[in-house]
């Protein structure tokens, strides 16, 4: 049973417009999400992330959202550029375990 | 800065090879994690370990084995390497719980 679901495999954008990733979540106790970004042949990095007690948080030109009662979180990329392209992933952790649960990956396609 | 390594970015074995992926971090980390990403799939845990010589099943154990006699250094191993192992593997690690994960680079293995 998928507990973070990213149901866009791929999205495709044009540069300088705004990027909006999403991820739903079905596990309520879940208290701290993370966005990773990945290029082919390289690992995951982070990018940023949200504690449950946030809705919003801000880094340059990334913003995660965070909607608890509809269990939902968006990254939105303003303005993308083509060095964003890349396969997004978004991660949960429940407080108390010690693993990140991670959704499937949506790839991005920002073009020039 | 933090910094995973992993022994190999690619590697070509052949089926019923016993494999060995060796991971060192040099952050001091408590938790080390072994994860295989497919297309698709998305990122799938194999095994983690939260202390020397402790180690837990992930999603997908099943034909993998892990070693960690030092807290730097985290080895996946693959006891008899089949042909629907082929993928990338990364290793990631992190202070204590779940928090940001670190990962290293990668490493694709092909299994003829």
């Known amino acids: 049973d998928q507990q973070v679901k990213q149901n866009s495999p791929s999205l495709s954008v044009q540069e300088g417009r705004i990027s909006i990733l999403n991820c739903d979540y079905t596990?309520?106790?879940?208290?701290?999400f993370l966005w990773y970004k990945k290029y082919p042949a390289e690992g995951p990095t982070f990018l940023i992330s949200?504690?449950?007690?946030?809705d919003k948080n801000e880094d340059g030109r990334f913003t995660v959202f965070l909607n608890k009662s509809a269990k939902h979180l968006s990254l939105h990329i303003v303005p993308s550029q083509p060095g964003d392209s890349a396969v997004y992933f978004c991660?949960?952790?429940?407080?108390?375990?010690?693993?990140?649960?991670f959704g499937k990956g949506t790839k991005l396609t920002v073009n020039p | 800065d933090v910094k995973v390594t992993q022994s190999s970015r690619y590697l070509v074995k052949r089926t019923g090879e016993k494999v060995f992926l060796e991971c060192v971090q040099d952050?001091?980390?408590?938790?080390m994690f072994w994860y295989r990403q497919d297309p698709g799939l998305g990122l799938r845990l194999i095994y983690f370990?939260?202390?020397?010589?402790?180690?837990e099943k992930g999603d997908i154990p099943e034909g993998y084995s892990v070693s960690r006699e030092k807290k730097e250094r985290f080895s996946l191993i693959l006891e008899s390497a089949s042909t629907n192992q082929t993928s990338m593997y990364l290793c990631?690690?992190?202070?204590?719980?779940?928090?940001?994960?670190?990962f290293g680079p990668g490493t694709r293995l092909t299994v003829l």
């Open positions: 990631a690690s992190t202070l204590q719980g779940a928090d940001t994960q670190y």
């Open positions: 952050m001091d980390h408590e938790n």
């Open positions: 596990n309520s106790m879940f208290d701290y």
């Open positions: 949200i504690s449950s007690i946030k």
């Open positions: 370990s939260y202390d020397v010589k402790m180690k």
């Open positions: 991660a949960a952790f429940q407080g108390g375990s010690e693993k990140l649960v």
